[in-house]
Structure formats: structure tokens, C-alpha cells
């Protein structure tokens, strides 16, 4: 099985790929994620009456943040030079949910799929976190990679 993981070396170690030899190519991945709350909640994301400002605002740019410091956070993550990361928040109001996309790119030996992630996932603790006071009872779901493409390893497409 060791064999068939990239960040496992022939004895089951832990290991950093080796992308000195690919070649530099465009990259793009984009990820989503939501957080579904109480209609109330969702009322006061929207309308800017959380308490510690724009849910919006503030969950964007710690996306951003986030997918800029991925090496740091993500054990084996290659330090990667974004060319571009868009962390976007729209509503879905029949779930009852804020739902983050997230957009990276590069042009680089490697890929930007946990960028896009990283940025997602930590807006949407940032959602959480802006708007605990009002419903500690929301749930971030479905963080997911929806599109890659670049790379040795071809584009991907999630299906619907």
C-alpha cells in the first residue's frame, strides 16, 4: 500500500515528495465548504449584526491567510508561490447555510489542492467563530475539492 501513497517512502515513512524534476506548469483548484445555522443566525451573518464585524469580511480574509501559510499548517505541504487565491461566501438560504468556495493558482511543480482547501476550511471555522455567541449548534460539512487541473496527474472534475 506504501507504494501507492506519494508521502510514504517504500517503508511506510513519512516523506516529502521530490518535485525538483517536473516540470513548472499552471494550476488551478477550486474547494467548497458550508456552514449551516439556524435561520436567525444566518440572518445575522447577512445583515452584518454579528457582534465582532462583517462574518464576510472576516472569514475571506482568514481563507486567504490560511491558503497562504498551507506549508505551515499541513505537515509535507510544499511551500508554494500563489499566483492568486479568491475566497468567495454565498448564501444558500434553503439550507440554511453560508457556503465558501475558494480558488488557487499557481504556476509551479506542484499542485494547489491544499491551498484551496486550507482556504476553505478555515473560513468556515471563521464563519463558526463569528457567529458562535448566536448558535453553537452549526455545522461545517462538506469540504470538498471540486476541480484541479495541471500537473502530471491531469485535471480532475468532482462529479455531481
Avoid at 458550508?34 to 444566518?42: F, Q
Avoid at 509535507?76 to 500563489?82: D, N, R, V
Avoid at 471563521?126 to 496527474?153: P, Q, W
Amino acid at each position: 500500500m506504501a507504494k501507492d501513497l506519494t508521502h510514504l517512502d517504500p517503508e511506510g515513512q513519512a516523506r516529502m515528495v521530490d518535485v525538483g524534476g517536473k516540470p513548472v506548469t499552471t494550476r488551478e483548484a477550486v474547494a467548497l465548504g458550508r456552514v449551516r445555522m439556524n435561520s436567525e443566525t444566518l440572518r445575522k451573518a447577512l445583515g452584518g449584526d454579528s457582534k465582532k464585524g462583517s462574518v464576510r469580511a472576516a472569514a475571506e480574509f482568514a481563507g486567504i491567510m490560511a491558503a497562504k501559510r498551507t506549508a505551515e499548517l499541513i505537515p509535507l505541504c510544499h511551500q508554494i508561490a500563489l499566483s492568486s487565491i479568491k475566497v468567495d461566501i454565498s448564501t444558500d438560504e434553503a439550507a440554511g447555510a453560508l457556503v465558501v468556495t475558494a480558488r488557487a493558482k499557481t504556476a509551479g511543480q506542484t499542485g494547489v489542492e491544499m491551498e484551496a482547501l486550507t482556504a476553505v476550511a478555515v473560513a468556515c471555522l471563521t464563519i463558526y467563530d463569528m457567529l458562535k455567541a448566536s448558535d453553537r449548534a452549526m455545522v461545517i460539512e462538506g469540504i470538498t475539492l471540486l476541480k484541479k487541473s495541471g500537473g502530471a496527474s491531469g485535471d480532475y472534475r468532482r462529479a455531481p
